[in-house]
Structure formats: C-alpha cells, structure tokens
T-cell receptor
C-alpha cells in the first residue's frame, strides 16, 4: 500500500512565523503535490514537483514555497504565516506519466495538516 | 481551462436510501481522466475510481456505481442503500491526460450525511 505521511495533524502558529510542513511518501513516486482545502472551494493546488529539485507553481502559490531535496520528501514552507493561510493542507503523490501513452494516474493522499495561524 | 462543478454542497439522507452525487466538468481536451475521491471525517482522501474519456461504460462496484456521459459532460456517482459509514465529503476531479505532473482539478465537494 502507498503510504503518504505528513509531519503533523494539527499545528498552531503565530502570524509572521516561518512554518514548515513535511510530507514523505514510500512508493518511489516522482510526482508530489501540495494542496490546501477550504470549505466550498475543494482542493486547490499550491505547488507540485515532478522530480528532485524540480517544482512548478499551481493555482495559488503566493505566500508559499517548496523544497524537494530527496525523492521521497516534499516540504511546504510558509515564509511568513498570515491568518488567511489558516487551512487544511494535504500532500499527495502519484506515479509519473511515462511513455507515449497519455495517462493520468490517481494521486495518493496523506492525512492532512490542519494549520491555524493566530 | 478545465473546471469541475459539484452543485450539491450538502446532501442528507436516511440510511438505506439511494443517493446520487452530481459532477459536471469542462475541458477542451479530447483525452482526459475523471476521478472520485472520498474524504471521511478522519481527513484522508481515499481514491474511489478513475475513468478515461474513451471509456463511457458505466461501472458498478458493490453499492457504488458511476454514470459517465460525455454528451452532458457529467460523471455522476450513485450510492445504493446508503449506510452511515458512507457519511463523508466526496470530491470529483478532472485531469487532462499527460499534463505535466498529472495535475488534478477538483470540484468543491459534496458533503453526504447518512442518518440512521
């Protein structure tokens, strides 16, 4: 079974703090993703990475950065946390699209980190 | 641009009732994939099904069934004889095949409450 773990289930931080959210997957997946989930808005993609040291912006990257130094680990960084970043953060991984066939594989999700910024 | 709409934000049913969750999508691509995920109260999204745009056959898995209709750009999900354990938020998602990183676009989710 694919296992995606996130460093914390609940986190409370103060405005202005630097926040690190860690995600680790054990299935050797090339693709990793960070989403935030807010009521009524579904999941919105913040950043994704398709290889070590590679990253691409998603739909809402402002105020966030990411780091992928090892294949199994993908970190989300809030440089200076603000109250509007209070949310549920979900990490996911998936196998890559390979070869000539255009295929999208399902993503496997971690349990989420509920971050509150006060 | 791709878009997924789940018009039902909340649905409440009594146990053993059948319930259908609607999903309507928009895409300009001819090759795409559709997904359904379940998010129980524990928070972790659980993959339910993946469907590609060339396979319009309906699928049944136990009490779950999916109706894919390209003509109406819909991919609806039906739970037959609902149970309390079906209570969760359900997400529909879309991916244009082969996009960089296998990105998904999610709908807003439908919260299903099944009462005993």
């Amino acid at each position: 079974d694919v296992k995606v773990t996130q460093s914390s289930r609940y986190l409370v931080k103060r405005t202005g703090e630097k926040v690190f959210l860690e995600c680790v997957q054990d299935m050797d997946h090339e693709n990793m993703f960070w989403y935030r989930q807010d009521p009524g808005l579904g999941l919105r993609l913040i950043y994704f990475s398709y290889d070590v040291k590679m990253k691409e912006k998603g739909d809402i990257p402002e105020g966030y950065s990411v780091s992928r130094e090892k294949k199994e680990r993908f970190s989300l960084i809030l440089e200076s946390a603000s109250t509007n970043q209070t949310s549920m953060y979900l990490c996911a991984s998936s196998p890559p699209w390979t070869g000539g066939e255009r295929v999208t594989y399902e993503q496997y999700f971690g349990p989420g980190t509920r971050l509150t910024v006060t | 641009a791709q878009k997924v709409t789940q018009a039902q934000t909340e649905i409440s049913v009594v146990e053993k009732e059948d319930v259908t969750l609607d999903c309507v999508y928009e895409t300009r691509d001819t090759t795409y994939y559709l997904f359904w995920y379940k998010q129980p109260p524990s928070g972790e999204l659980v993959f339910l099904i993946r469907r590609n745009s060339f396979d319009e056959q309906n699928e049944i898995s136990g009490r779950y069934s999916w109706n894919f209709q390209k003509s109406t750009s819909s991919f609806n999900f039906t739970i037959t004889a609902s149970q309390v354990v079906d209570s969760a938020v359900y997400f529909c998602a879309l991916s244009e095949a082969g996009n960089a990183g296998n990105m998904l676009t999610f709908g807003g989710g439908t919260r299903l409450m099944v009462k005993p």
